[in-house]
């Protein structure tokens, strides 16, 4: 099969072309002949050398797919041979084809070509891990999530507006500032001419809001800490602006705050499949209503997978970046 490897950690043209053999089925596992694949930031880090692939895992880059079952082990699943299925996977997302874990597949959602449905999975399993079961936005409460052009942020706009919640999100431009609201935010706040802890604090009366979901870590943690409301949770899930933060303790203790942490990657399959039960109720009637959308910002063929690279580091993009493979 045609794939995409890593010929060595570097820039976006260490990625190669090259011919691997189909990769080989565990139990619980079904072949997937790969239609699209998405491009995460996940995929960045370990091009160049600082994501360490898990233990059994593909060494070639790509966390989610969608594309035609062709064979494996569907025991107990829902799913027949033939079925288009959109799966999270642990790597070996940029080739012909592609092994998933059954558990951790979902159906195309109804009227989503390949393309929109494999730039879910990532997406809408972290959004739904972090913000929904880690620090459990409830109703009633307001959210922040920083990078709301991203992939991930556009997603967690989407789903957080849709369950009614008031939802705040920073950009680093005008424009993108504009589509966070369009895609559900009360308001856009440009981070590079704005105070995002300011204009929280004023939109909420001074409370602060409930939830923050943060890609940058750094230097933003002290300035979440303090646009938190009371009983307020941070989730920390990409280290952009650095690995280190001050941390003021006294407000965690008065204010009963939480701050935590989690990858996604390396959680075990069985909690995998109980986040595809609750995407499968909660999220997956929303995508076939229409009430949230995938957003594609720009689609490569598979052997342009240095170019797409190269955009995701650019942070031009709104939305997610994809690779059509078939």
Excluded at 4 to 18: A, K, N
Excluded at 181 to 204: C, H, M, P, S, W
Excluded at 257 to 283: D, M, Q, W, Y
Aim: glycine share 10%; with cysteine; aromatic share 6%.
């Amino acid at each position: 099969m045609r794939a995409i490897e890593i010929t060595q950690p570097g820039p976006p043209d260490v990625l190669q072309l090259c011919d691997r053999p189909m990769p080989d089925l565990k139990p619980g596992e079904i072949m997937i002949r790969v239609h699209a694949a998405g491009v995460n930031r996940p995929d960045v880090v370990q091009r160049t050398g600082h994501y360490p692939v898990p233990p059994g895992a593909s060494d070639l880059p790509g966390l989610e797919v969608a594309g035609e079952i062709v064979s494996g082990d569907l025991t107990g699943s829902p799913f027949k041979v033939g079925d288009m299925v959109c799966a999270l996977v642990q790597g070996g997302g940029y080739a012909e084809y592609c092994a998933a874990p059954v558990a951790q597949c979902l159906p195309i959602p109804r009227g989503l070509s390949a393309i929109e449905a494999a730039s879910l999975p990532e997406t809408t399993f972290t959004v739904w891990s972090n913000v929904f079961d880690r620090v459990k936005l409830r109703a009633g409460e307001t959210f922040l999530v920083q990078g709301g052009t991203s992939g991930i942020g556009v997603t967690a706009i989407q789903i957080a507006a849709a369950f009614g919640h008031r939802v705040f999100a920073t950009a680093g431009t005008e424009e993108k500032r504009r589509t966070c609201e369009a895609l559900g935010a009360e308001r856009g706040i440009n981070y590079r001419t704005e105070d995002f802890a300011e204009v929280v604090k004023q939109a909420t009366g001074g409370k602060g809001v409930d939830v923050i979901l943060d890609m940058v870590g750094g230097d933003y943690v002290a300035r979440e800490i303090n646009c938190l409301a009371d009983d307020g949770r941070l989730a920390v899930i990409a280290l952009l602006g650095g690995m280190k933060a001050q941390l003021d303790l006294g407000q965690l203790l008065r204010r009963r705050l939480t701050v935590t942490g989690s990858t996604l990657r390396p959680r075990s399959i069985e909690f995998k499949a109980a986040i595809v039960a609750n995407l499968r109720e909660h999220v997956w009637p929303l995508l076939e209503s229409g009430k949230i959308k995938p957003v594609i910002y720009r689609t490569f063929p598979l052997e342009q997978a240095a170019q797409a690279h190269t955009l995701m580091e650019s942070s031009q993009h709104v939305g997610k970046i994809m690779l059509q493979v078939l």
